[in-house]
């Protein structure tokens, strides 16, 4: 008999979640308890009513998130947000979220994920935050239109696309860095600068850092930040079924973003 503080216990240790900074409203690790032993891991990226059908079409009853709950300000619990908890609790659902801890895992981390999906080897740390590197990154000699066509593959699989910025036929990736989600940011960007990255691989940024790109001879590639964020998730839950001998599945809600 596996319960959900059992499984908890020993994720948040895998994932050093109370040691991992991250944002306020991220709240890593259990955020819906459940009264039964778990059965099944349901694993989808954002905490959804498509996420929690899903859980509910293959009778699991844990929840496990890279996008949790909770994110901004307490709310009232009405609406789809009332709706959403009833679904839970009515088919005795929990939800585990991890954000920020599995983001930068050296095993299941969305980052080293992805970054071996393209092909890359990573060799260094990325993506500071508050002390601790959530991001990758490494050197390579591979042509960038050949790196971009990678990620593009990829984003497909997972209902996304991929826009860049300077690619050119000639353009070699030397040094690459690797944040996942909503990786182009005015701290990412810097750090780029500072490291010498000439290749960034994220899943979405604001417009501006577009022509920052080009004005820096920086190649950014945005690979969706729902499909950059697939892997993590997807790895976590099926370590943690065969841990525990749970069976494992991932739900598919792709945004498009």
Not at 3 to 30: K, M, Q
Not at 110 to 132: D, H
Not at 137 to 166: C, D, M, N, P, Y
Not at 211 to 236: D, F, K, P, Q, S
Request: with cysteine; proline share 4%.
């Amino acid at each position: 008999m596996t319960t959900l503080h059992d499984l908890a216990e020993y994720a948040d240790s895998l994932l050093e979640t109370e040691t991992t900074p991250d944002y306020p409203g991220a709240l890593n690790g259990i955020q819906l308890e459940n009264r039964s032993e778990i059965r099944g891991i349901a694993a989808a990226v954002d905490f959804s009513t498509r996420a929690i059908n899903g859980a509910i079409a293959t009778r699991a009853n844990l929840l496990v998130v890279h996008h949790g709950m909770f994110w901004d300000a307490p709310a009232s619990i009405e609406g789809a947000s009332y709706r959403r908890l009833r679904l839970l609790i009515e088919n005795d659902i929990a939800v585990y979220s991890s954000h920020l801890p599995l983001d930068r895992h050296p095993t299941f981390g969305n980052n080293v994920l992805l970054a071996k999906q393209l092909g890359l080897t990573p060799s260094g740390t990325f993506a500071a935050f508050q002390g601790v590197s959530t991001g990758v990154s490494g050197e390579s000699e591979i042509q960038t239109a050949a790196l971009t066509e990678q990620a593009r593959k990829f984003a497909k699989e997972h209902g996304s696309e991929v826009r860049t910025t300077l690619i050119g036929s000639n353009r070699r990736t030397k040094r690459w860095a690797v944040c996942t989600g909503a990786g182009a940011s005015t701290e990412t960007l810097k750090e780029a600068r500072e490291k010498k990255i000439d290749t960034l691989i994220v899943g979405e940024g604001p417009h501006w850092t577009a022509v920052y790109a080009e004005e820096n001879e920086l190649t950014i590639i945005y690979a969706g930040h729902y499909a950059t964020e697939t892997l993590g998730v997807r790895a976590l839950a099926e370590h943690l079924g065969a841990k525990f001998g749970i069976p494992s599945s991932f739900v598919s809600a792709p945004t498009s973003f």
